[in-house]
């Protein structure tokens, strides 16, 4: 029996997407304030937007929201991304963005789930080591300047 991993996997293996939407052009699509790129990209069979892919694993793995959306963005750092939808004047206007992974992204994120995880579990605690390290020399470059005084 096949795991939910493995049927992610299956199952975007076998979808094609559109590697480049430029072809479309910029400008806003019909009547629903989006750009003509985020139209194309949402009904491109081979794409999911950021949240529905979150919530797929979610449903696969059951692990929390947000911790899934970390390994996402640890694993694609940079995600296309097309307007649609407009910000509030108090978050400055304009439009919002919406990203989206491609299916050979899913197949990537599930194939190396595991990995991903142990991966981003070291590259924290580098970060946190290092944010120490800064704290420490600041401190002894403090205590430093106190004595010299």
Same mark, same amino acid.
């Given at each position: 029996?096949?795991?939910?991993?493995?049927?992610?996997?299956?199952?975007?293996?076998?979808?094609?997407?559109?590697?480049?939407?430029?072809?479309?052009?910029?400008?806003?699509?019909?009547?629903?304030?989006?750009?003509?790129?985020?139209?194309?990209?949402?009904?491109?069979?081979?794409? =999911?937007?950021?949240?529905?892919?979150?919530?797929?694993?979610?449903?696969? &793995?059951? @692990?929390?929201? %947000?911790?899934? #959306? +970390?390994?996402?963005?640890?694993?694609?750092?940079?995600?296309?991304?097309?307007?649609?939808g407009?910000?509030?004047k108090?978050?400055?206007?304009?439009?919002?963005?919406?990203?989206?992974?491609?299916?050979?992204?899913?197949?990537?994120?599930?194939?190396?789930?595991?990995? =991903?995880?142990?991966?981003?579990?070291?590259?924290?605690?580098?970060?946190r &080591?290092? @944010?120490?390290? %800064?704290?420490? #020399? +600041?401190?002894?470059?403090?205590?430093?300047?106190?004595?010299?005084?």
């Open positions: 029996m096949k795991t939910k991993l493995e049927k992610i996997i299956a199952k975007y293996s076998e979808k094609k997407y559109n590697e480049g939407n430029y072809f479309v052009g910029g400008g806003l699509a019909g009547v629903k304030f989006e750009s003509n790129r985020h139209h194309d990209a949402k009904h491109d069979a081979g794409k =999911l937007t950021l949240g529905k892919t979150v919530q797929m694993f979610k449903t696969a &793995i059951g @692990l929390d929201i %947000e911790l899934i #959306k +970390e390994i996402i963005n640890y694993a694609i750092p940079n995600m296309e991304w097309h307007h649609a407009l910000l509030p108090a978050y400055g206007g304009g439009m919002k963005k919406t990203y989206f992974l491609n299916s050979s992204e899913i197949v990537e994120i599930a194939t190396n789930w595991n990995n =991903l995880i142990e991966k981003l579990e070291i590259s924290k605690n580098e970060k &080591i290092k @944010l120490e390290l %800064e704290k420490n #020399k +600041e401190q002894r470059q403090q205590e430093f300047f106190e004595n010299f005084k």
